[in-house]
């Protein structure tokens, strides 16, 4: 019995250890998020150990059980008919809001859901419910893209994924068989989802043989440049839930196919050294010492290497590549972009990605509302039930679709 006493002692101990990480006292649940983020953990190292075995690869694993324990088929209600179909070749499920009795044209969100460019998809539980909560609340028609996925294609076939299916959907005879109004159709899109979404609006803003123009963009804690990751955010939320700073540079790597050796030199920034010349005229476009409020900046130092690895570059050239780092654009391409929502949370590597783009978006003349949550997290906005209930996933839900509602 004793002996009994001790061990579960023990385990209970141990696992304790394993869960608790320290975290700020403003962050929202931090409890729960300790265990949501030990059992995130847990899979990714299930699914390394595999990989490590040569059984599969890491990202395939961990994606098949994300999908496993959260996978739902296409329910429609009363309220929202749901879909599974496919847009030129690219897979969607469309979420069909009843219409207004006096608007028979409804507006539409097409939604990019996150996941580092390898994980998630439409069809689970959280971005169903999501798409299925806009649909409902703004009588609209949203159309969730299940694009492709790391590893089996990389950069840039993921934004040809959501550009195709994008450009089908604005069809004149599509919008017509889905009674969507032309001019008031959005792109959004969180983490992942939000860099693919920020990609299509400058891809779009820049093709002259497009009708029909999207009129808002909605961007969630979106990944927006892999050149500094010493920002404030980084630096400060270096090992913070649910995406420490290693894990995000690993899927830039992975997104682009690259090389893990470069995953270290990467985190200091050795990619983009001074002497790295390629990147030089691009640092302005995210010299955060100046897009930054001296409130996010407080007393961070930029971390700026006079010599690093050339070579990273030169094999990884996406990295510069302003279609997978929408935040080093040039201002011209930024100058005709639609009224945009950008929300961010204290809690995240991410954070000052979204500040800077939305300040450089306000100096080129677009109208911007940035919408910071300080007791936020990165993945917050997905997580509004049971058991993966937070009470900002919550407010933050709540305010991006009364945006919309306001805006589009």
């Known amino acids: 019995m004793r002996s009994s006493c001790v061990l579960l002692t023990a385990l209970v101990a141990l696992a304790a250890y394993y869960i608790y990480i320290p975290l700020p006292s403003s962050v929202s649940d931090p409890w729960k998020l300790m265990l949501l983020d030990a059992t995130f953990r847990s899979a990714q190292q299930v699914s390394n150990l595999i990989h490590y075995l040569g059984l599969s690869h890491h990202l395939l694993v961990l994606n098949f059980i994300i999908i496993s324990f959260g996978k739902k088929s296409a329910w429609s209600s009363a309220q929202v008919k749901v879909t599974d179909t496919d847009f030129d070749g690219v897979e ?3 979420f069909e809001g009843s219409a207004k009795p006096e608007e028979p044209l409804k507006r539409s969100v097409v939604y990019i859901h996150g996941g580092g460019w390898a994980l998630a998809s439409a069809k689970i ?4 419910e999501l798409c299925k909560a ?11 893209i299940e694009y492709r996925l790391v590893p089996k294609v990389y950069f840039p076939a993921q934004i040809h994924d959501v550009i195709r299916a ?4 604005l069809q004149p005879e599509v919008l017509h068989k ?8 959005g792109v959004s899109g969180d983490s992942a989802g939000g860099n693919l979404a920020a990609a299509l609006g400058q891809q779009f803003n820049q093709d002259a043989n497009l009708k029909n123009k999207l009129k808002v963009q909605a961007l969630i804690y979106p990944v927006l440049q892999a050149l500094d990751f010493n920002t404030p955010s980084y630096q400060q939320n270096v090992n913070t839930p649910i995406l420490p700073r290693y894990v995000m540079v690993k899927y830039w790597v992975d997104y682009f196919h690259g090389n893990y050796d470069f995953v270290q030199a990467m985190i200091v920034n050795n990619h983009t050294s001074l002497d790295v010349e390629e990147a030089a005229a691009l640092r302005a476009h995210l010299n955060w010492t100046s897009l930054l409020p001296a409130s996010i900046t407080k007393n961070y130092k930029p971390v700026m290497q006079t010599t690093g690895n050339t070579r990273i570059v030169q094999e990884i050239p996406q990295l510069l ?11 011209k391409v930024l100058r005709h972009l639609p009224k945009t929502y950008i929300l961010t949370c204290e809690h995240d590597v991410l954070r000052d990605d979204g500040i800077m783009y939305a300040k450089r978006l306000e100096s080129a003349g677009v109208e911007v509302t940035l919408d910071h949550f300080e007791d936020g997290f990165h993945g917050c906005m997905i997580f509004t039930s049971w058991p993966t209930n937070f009470s900002v996933g919550i407010r933050t839900r709540n305010s991006y679709i009364k945006w919309l509602d306001q805006n589009l």
């Not at 994008?166 to 959907?169: C, I």
């Not at 889905?178 to 159709?185: A, Q, T």
């Not at 302003?322 to 201002?331: E, G, K, N, V």
Request: proline residues 5%; without cysteine.
């Open 92 to 94: 969607v499920r469309v």
């Open 178 to 185: 889905y009674s969507v109004d032309p001019g008031r159709i």
């Open 134 to 144: 806009m649909a409902e609340e703004l009588n609209a028609v949203i159309v969730s």
């Open 166 to 169: 994008t450009k089908y959907f």
């Open 125 to 128: 539980r959280y971005y169903d």
């Open 321 to 331: 590549d302003a279609r997978s780092a929408p935040l080093i654009a040039d201002q």
